[in-house]
């Protein structure tokens, strides 16, 4: 690692599960930015729609925030009053950077930073939920109970921010997908090695859905539409909004 550049997989290497380890959280903000496409576009915009939906006294939750990029856009655009951002995370090296970062800027939106798992957490009066990256982390037969949870925490006319990597219903369509991503990510100066030995690492620990899937399990629960705002290649943003 040199200044927060993430060479992680620079090297060849016995590859095992990725992890939110101390070494992925010290070169986090380098390899989010250079690995999604559009990260900079989907922490600010989800700062302007926590902004819009924002209620006084209620909670907005940032389920999974590593270093906080979320919670610091949405505590710099929420303009109304007594609200609270609780920052959620279990890797206990985001939270540990995670709380530096939020300390060092000012906000009238307080950020709570917590180490836990989103499966303990009992969420209530909440006007937003951001899953920015998240769910794809939880095993696919736990994300009805985390979305179902979600759901009843929300106040009548909330919402739940999913941002997800999606996998396409059709090889042929998967397959560009995929290759313009690598390509995004080789113009980022990430090596053929790098990106696949990552790919092994995140195999067996990132499990894709389609849009669809995603789609259909947010109606189930509830959700009376599903927009989805943001799209580059198999990367997307939705919001999820619970009728008043
Ligand atoms: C951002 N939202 O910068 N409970 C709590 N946290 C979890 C769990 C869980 N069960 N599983 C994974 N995480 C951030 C980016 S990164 C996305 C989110 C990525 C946490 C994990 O520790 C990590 O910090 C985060 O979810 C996923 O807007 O690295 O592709």
Do not use: A
């Given at each position: 690692m040199q200044d927060g550049k993430d060479t992680i997989y620079s090297q060849p290497q016995q590859i095992t599960e990725f992890c939110f380890d101390h070494s992925v959280a010290e070169v986090f903000p380098d390899m989010i930015q250079r690995s999604v496409p559009g990260y900079s576009t989907i922490i600010d915009t989800i700062g302007q729609i926590c902004a819009r939906y924002a209620q006084p006294q209620t909670n907005i939750y940032d389920l999974?925030?590593?270093?906080?990029a979320v919670s610091l856009a949405a505590s710099k655009y929420i303009q109304r009053e007594n609200c609270q951002i609780l920052a959620i995370d279990n890797s206990q090296a985001m939270v540990q950077r995670c709380k530096l970062h939020v300390q060092s800027y000012k906000s009238a939106t307080p950020i709570n930073v917590i180490c836990d798992d989103i499966q303990n957490i009992d969420l209530k009066n909440a006007c937003c939920v951001v899953m920015n990256f998240t769910l794809?982390?939880?095993p696919p037969e736990q994300r009805l109970d985390i979305i179902q949870k979600i759901y009843s925490g929300l106040n009548s006319g909330g919402v739940l921010v999913l941002s997800e990597k999606l996998s396409h219903d059709t090889e042929l369509g998967n397959d560009l997908l995929i290759d313009l991503h690598h390509e995004f990510k080789r113009r980022n100066g990430y090596s053929e090695l790098e990106i696949s030995q990552k790919r092994s690492a995140l195999e067996d620990v990132m499990r894709t859905e389609t849009f669809e899937q995603h789609k259909e399990r947010l109606k189930q629960v509830g959700f009376s539409d599903v927009v989805r705002w943001f799209t580059c290649f198999n990367f997307a943003s939705m919001v999820a909004i619970k009728g008043k």
């Open positions: 999974g925030c590593s270093l906080g794809q982390f939880i």
